[in-house]
């Protein structure tokens, strides 16, 4: 017997706030992924890659959940007696949202991790330049900073995701200089620069989808629409925003 979900002011309340806390911890979830795929890039461990790729079946499973627990709300909130604010819509798209940007982040992750194989392989690989555990870990702490930003609803802190995409963009290009360099005096082969190439870029994704997702904290947050313009932000105040 399926149970009727509630529909009145304070269920759909209480609907909404779970969601709240699930689309957190589906953020923490996706942030653990991503630092267990790093790692067994750094260590080169075979078994800990396989790990953290197995991870991405349980996010896969809960962003499903997401979206259909999100539909759910939409669809009673349409129904006679139930009572859904303007911000609360405004909320429950955000999430929708953001679930979407962090199941795409663990798919990156899960190509990092899957790259772990060939760099195994190479019979005279280089160690990795601290310059890659640089960009790295600012991805995870951007990561971190958004996914608090959406649970306290905290503009500002959204801002700050949004200027750090940047950062993480000059890592990258010093990182493809030190590949250059290592290339050219013979300390690393083509094969694993061009590995960590591709790797790199997966970091600029992932902190591309990071900046989505404050721009809908920042919606979410003020009602206004943050829209990245000729190298800078701009906001967009809506009609009726909060």
Known sequence: MVLAMPTTPEGMSKRLDDLRDTIRAQGRRVQ???????????????????????????????????????????????????????????????????????????????????????????????????????LTNSVIGILRDVVQALHTRDAALAKVVLMSEAAVGEFRKALVRELQTQVSTGRMPVPQAALLHDLAMFGLNMADHCTNIAEQVIYVATGKIVRHMEGRWEEVPLPGGA
Request: charged residues 25%; negative net charge.
């Open 32 to 134: 653990s992924l991503i630092e267990s795929a790093l790692e067994s890039l750094f260590t080169l461990d075979a078994a800990a890659a396989l790990a953290a790729i197995a991870r991405d079946e349980e996010i896969d499973r809960v962003d499903v959940e997401i979206e259909q627990r999100a539909v759910s709300i939409l669809a009673d909130a349409c129904k006679a007696g139930s009572t859904l604010g303007e911000a609360d819509v405004r909320s429950l798209l955000t999430i929708v949202k953001v679930n979407n940007e962090l199941e795409r982040i663990a798919d990156v992750a899960v190509s990092m991790a899957e790259a772990v194989p060939a760099l195994r392989a190479l019979p005279t690989a280089a160690p990795l330049p601290p310059t890659f555990r640089v």
